[in-house]
């Protein structure tokens, strides 16, 4: 069994930052990808980016320039981030952290606002 656990998002107004994090546990495998995801109501979830256990990254065109994903392997552990600069409300929605290793794992999403 694979542990997702997000933190970090809140309410910010535009043009703000937030940084999300996750913790992965559990029986994990270090070369897993792994992905922040947006849903935004009434939408399905979205990728927003991925990086390798190398480091490579990801973007949706959308946040490309903008956010940043960065991960960290510890022995049984595996920290992922997601810094996000000069936020809009287009940004609005559940951030969900995903673990894929064959089998996918999601985190319990953190909520981001952005509003003035």
């Known amino acids: 069994q694979v542990h997702l656990v997000e933190s970090g998002g809140g309410l910010v107004l535009p043009g703000g930052s937030l940084r999300l994090s996750c913790t992965v546990s559990?029986?994990?495998?270090?070369?897993?990808?792994m992905g922040w995801y947006r849903q935004a109501p009434g939408k399905q979830r979205e990728l927003v980016a991925s990086?390798?256990?190398?480091?490579?990254?990801?973007?949706a065109d959308s946040v490309k320039g903008r956010f940043t994903i960065s991960r960290d392997n510890a022995e049984n552990t595996i920290y992922v981030y997601l810094q996000m600069n000069r936020l809009n409300p287009e940004y609005k929605g559940v951030y969900y952290c995903?673990?894929?290793?064959?089998?996918?794992?999601w985190g319990q999403g953190t909520q981001v606002t952005v509003s003035s």
């Open positions: 990086i390798t256990h190398v480091g490579r990254a990801k973007y």
């Open positions: 559990g029986n994990i495998f270090s070369l897993a990808v």
């Open positions: 995903n673990y894929e290793a064959g089998l996918n794992y």
